[in-house]
T-cell receptor, first 115, second 114 residues
């Protein structure tokens, strides 16, 4: 399967704990995005990488959130000191965007539940 | 403020019937508009893309329209099937930032009943 892969699929954690999610994009894609989605809403942009450079971060991304893409391939999203409001689906997407019209290819997300 | 509004919020139809979903946007300048289908527990998958010069595009039983003057788009589903039950999300890409900034609508939740 050459699609976007996210791990784990589900994560249950207690408030205050740290969690880390991983995203493996489609191999030739240079752009990688993280989104958060809550029930009944569309995905909300969190951050974006072009190769290994993090070029944009949303105001939604508080200082408890950090994302990396160390070698321009896979990416990790870490949430420190989780809060119940962090419970959501975290989606990763990648694209090869030379012309601006390429679609986002999404993974199936990591569902985080903070108890 | 750039926004994408979708209607209805949810829709129930019988298998075999047609339906139309609406998307209004205020994104300017406009680059393109995509419709995505999101099955429960899965990531969204692109169905169609519309650029400024296009006003209709089909992908099987899905037909998207775009009126760039009124900033409206619709997604028409013909002869619905049970597998069409999903959320349909309208996504508009702005024309400022090299095209990476996309604005998502909240989606229309479609339920197709037998």
């Amino acid at each position: 399967d050459t699609g976007v892969s996210q791990n784990p699929r589900h994560k249950i954690t207690k408030r205050g704990q740290n969690v880390t999610f991983r995203c493996d994009p489609i191999s030739e894609h240079n752009r990688l995005y993280w989104y958060r989605q809550t029930l009944g809403q569309g995905p909300e942009f969190l951050t974006y990488f072009q190769n290994e450079a993090q070029l944009e971060k949303s105001r939604l991304l508080s200082d408890r959130f950090s994302a990396e893409r160390p070698k321009g391939s896979f990416s990790t999203l870490e949430i420190q000191r989780t809060e119940q409001g962090d419970s959501a689906m975290y989606l990763c997407a990648s694209s090869l965007d030379r012309l601006g019209n390429s679609p986002l290819h999404f993974g199936n997300g990591t569902r985080l539940t903070v108890t | 403020k750039n926004q994408v509004e979708q209607s209805p919020q949810s829709l129930i139809i019988l298998e075999g019937k047609n339906c139309t979903l609406q998307c209004n946007y205020t994104v300017s300048p406009f680059s393109n508009l995509r419709w995505y289908k999101q099955d429960t527990g899965r990531g969204p998958v692109s169905l169609t893309i519309m650029t400024f010069s296009e006003n209709t595009k089909s992908n099987g039983r899905y037909t998207a329209t775009l009126d760039a003057d009124t900033k409206q788009s619709s997604l028409h589903i013909t002869a619905s099937q049970l597998s069409d039950s999903a959320s349909y999300i309208c996504v508009v890409r702005d024309g400022y930032t090299g095209g990476f900034k996309t604005i998502f609508g909240a989606g229309t939740r479609l339920f197709v009943k037998a």
